[in-house]
């Protein structure tokens, strides 16, 4: 229950994500007091407007999102330092809905290390206000605003891709992925490992403009700072 709250309509959208037209706006006064008993149980913690995935594509970056899908892969959780120097953690997963597409999900800091990386497998994940990026084809980031649910309950949405999934979307043998993992090599690439004075070789006798791939396992010996 909220008491003493202004309602405003929404003049800045990039302080709002919200679809709604009006906002609220809360003072010294306000009072805000959790509702227990008669709280009925089929009102949605969080509204959603899910987008398909494959809407995703013609979509531009940094544009925010509510996507759901089926979790097909969940990353170990990495530490990493930013740009600015800060030191955060990160982790990647992988997921897919009904529109035959898959897409790469970044999430950041506590969400990152809160997420059940054993136990999430084809479950469902709601997430409300993810950012699209447009790194190596199109993934989402799940930032400090964003927030999911694994199996969401009260959602029709979910209900529906769960019956999907466990009809069709398991056994799916082809899908589109929108996130690209590192260089894609063109299938003429050469994928055999040879050694670094191969390459040499090869390269004295390159014509200019002419580009080649190589396979090479070899141990690192020296990192060169800027």
């Not at 999934?165 to 082809?174: L, P, Q, T």
């Not at 014509?207 to 690192?220: G, P, R, W």
């Amino acid at each position: 229950m909220v008491e003493g709250a202004q309602i405003k309509p929404i003049k800045n959208r990039n302080f709002n994500t919200t679809d709604h037209n009006y906002e609220l706006t809360f003072y010294a006064a306000t009072k805000v007091q959790e509702v227990v008993e008669g709280a009925s149980r089929d009102v949605p913690s969080t509204l959603y407007n899910f987008k398909k995935i494959s809407e995703l594509a013609s979509k531009p970056g940094k544009e925010i999102v509510d996507v759901i899908g089926v979790i097909l892969e969940v990353q170990d959780l990495q530490n990493i330092i930013t740009r600015a120097g800060r030191q955060t953690k990160k982790r990647e997963i992988q997921i897919t809905d009904s529109s035959g597409c898959t897409i790469k999900v970044t999430l950041w800091g506590d969400k990152a290390e809160r997420f059940p990386p054993t136990d999430s497998i084809h479950k469902i994940l709601a997430i409300k206000g993810a950012e699209i990026s447009e790194w190596q084809g199109k993934s989402l980031n799940c930032g400090f605003t964003a927030t999911f649910e694994i199996d969401p309950t009260i959602c029709q949405e979910a209900d529906v891709l769960r019956e999907w999934f466990d009809r069709d979307g398991i056994n799916a043998s082809s899908t589109q992925t929108l996130s690209q993992s590192g260089i894609t090599l063109p299938s003429s690439a050469n994928t055999e490992l040879i050694t670094l004075a191969e390459i040499k070789q090869s390269l004295s006798s390159n014509v200019a403009d002419i580009v080649k791939y190589f396979t090479v396992e070899a141990s690192l010996i020296n990192i060169k700072h800027d």
